[in-house]
């Protein structure tokens, strides 16, 4: 779909966007020693802290990818939700105190407290890398998707423009800057998705097929067979068209009605109504040729004798035969939708011999009750089957949301921002209220764009933002410049990690370089620079990969790399030095590797058939993280314990037995 | 035995993770119970959903009392 580019979306952005640069360089004069740089001097009061781990947290794939995929198949994506919340339960039952205890500025620190090792330093350093690049690309792609409709750019400049912006932010004032674009970014996301979603009950549902535009989608009833199909019809829009033999079209064979205009190249395909095969639903098609695309047969665009695919999303049925409902309340919102019926679009491609391919986008009228139970997106539809691997694929991506939270780097160093152990406590409970606050809200905006007739069938990403349009194009530009700061904040903290992990640890520890407090802080200045550039290029390089998907990726890598050491540092005396290292080591190669022979890396990166992946199904985790485990208890066993450092923060305790 | 906040970490970890494993284990084995209705017409597989949600912050709220320092006599 292509979209108008709208003044005050561009205004309200790039006020945003001075509104944190203006902070960061404000915010510089305190962020010149490392202690300052990596952890705001660890004087971040605890709500402010909590308020931004939401802001560190809360990414494009939360935001735009979550909303979408509930937008384009229901409940699914809201397991991610579920996933997701969970984790912050390790988070603040098991990791936050003795992380804060333990460490000082990098997730590296804590694993190496009690052993002082180049060899933990090193492994941790790499894995904190290795982690943030995967979580990196989705939000820089989240960036390009974002920038086309907002300010009519391409993807590239949206990926510049927020690669530059998290860089300046994070070179001027470090964790400090960081922290309060976090805390910015944390406050309006979750204030203005309670807005939309005050604005979706209050709006309620409607069956209208008219979008928000004011086009109209139409059904052909009464046709028992093809030839009983109206010889003629007139679009509301006032042009007429006839039916035509599909023999002479590229659909020949398919079971599709397609009508030619009459004078005029416009072409109206129609697709049986898989709930009443006696109803033609009115479909939009895309083609494309060597270098051109074309809409319902005309070229696309914005301009006269041009076409665009419209906007898409309503109920087809409501309860009792109403029409529309008014505002509803939270639980009836559901309790309706529930026994409404929703017209979700499926795609089929039709492929020419001269190379022309053909999208068509088709109505799928589909029960409630179906919208709103798990198993429906293709990521998913596995625990449908009788498929095992399938049911372990799931339940692999779930371990790995719950231990992944508790393991991201860009999370963990956010500890190091609080006085002590019992501000990392209290942050950590108002980061979970805030983020499940915002989670609860996911389900409604994802279902309230379902149903708002502003969807793109095409992207599912911009489902959040186009929901907001349909309300007005200040809410639109609001929300839009609000996922720009998402990504901004959650880049901001992956890049501050990365930096972290590079000066800290690799370069200072493992090289064995000793740097002046002000040579560590330039190092990690010239870090955040160069990994910012990395970011850059690979959010140009996957443009096309999906959002969420890569940040699943992200989770199973930490959860299988840095968990296991974490968790057995604190809770197995036993864990030696080389254990950790071993854990570390095998965690990180071992996900990764899953990962690269999996069969969505097949089909979505490699572009090979799915069924030559070497490995059964597609998420590690539920192998890798357990395999973490097992590393770290056998290497241990196997190796002398050292000698423990003495931990010499004040009120601290040894690892608990 | 006087409980530190490490104590009721760990016991609280365990009183989440059963429901939670529970969540994944429906609808991983049998997705079909997730769409009775038991509660005002809405599904179990929602119902259960914001029960983790907000589970888990009333968790996290009972474990922050319970972890206050103790006043200090003047």
Known sequence: MLYTPSLIAVIIFFAFVGLTLGLSFYLARGAKSSQGYFAAHGQIPWFINGIAFAGDYLSAASFLGICGMIAFYGYDGFLYSIGYLAGWIVALFVIAEPIKRLGKFTFADALDAKFNSRGIKFVAGISTLVVSIFYLIPQMVGAGVLIQPLLGFPHWAGVLIVGTTVIIIVVTAGMVSTTWVQFLKGTLLVVFSTILTWMILDRGFDTSSTNYKGYTFQALHDITSPQTAPATITHPGGKTFDLVDTVATPFAGKPYLVYQQQGGNERLLFKADPTDSTTYLETQTISQTANLTFINNIPRGLGDNQANLQPVGHMARLPDGKTETGPLGPLQFLSTLQNSEVVLWGSEVIKEDDGTTHTIYYQKPTPGSQVLRPGETPTFKGIRSNDPFAKLDFISLMLALFCGTASLPHILIRYYTVKDAAAARKSTIVGIASIGFFYVLTLYIGLGAMTSGALDVTNSNMAAPLLARSFSELLFAMISAIAFTTVLGTVSGLILASAGAVAHDLVQSVGGIHLSDHEQVRLAKIASVVVGIIAILLGIIFEKMNVSYLVGWAFSLAASANLPSLVMLLFWKRTTKQGIIAAVTVGMISSLAWILLSADTYSKVYGLPADQALTPFSQPGIITIPLGFLTLIVVSLMTPRARELAIHQPGSSPAAS | ?74
């Open chain 2, 1 to 74: 035995m006087k409980m530190t906040s490490q104590h009721w970490g760990m016991i609280f970890f365990f009183v989440y993770l059963i429901p939670y494993a529970a969540f994944v284990l429906l609808n991983a084995f049998r997705p079909d119970l997730m769409e009775q209705t038991p509660i005002s017409g809405i599904n179990l597989a929602i119902l259960s959903g914001f029960g983790l949600i907000i589970g888990a912050f009333l968790l996290a709220l009972l474990y922050g009392f319970l972890c206050k320092p103790p006043k200090q006599n003047s």
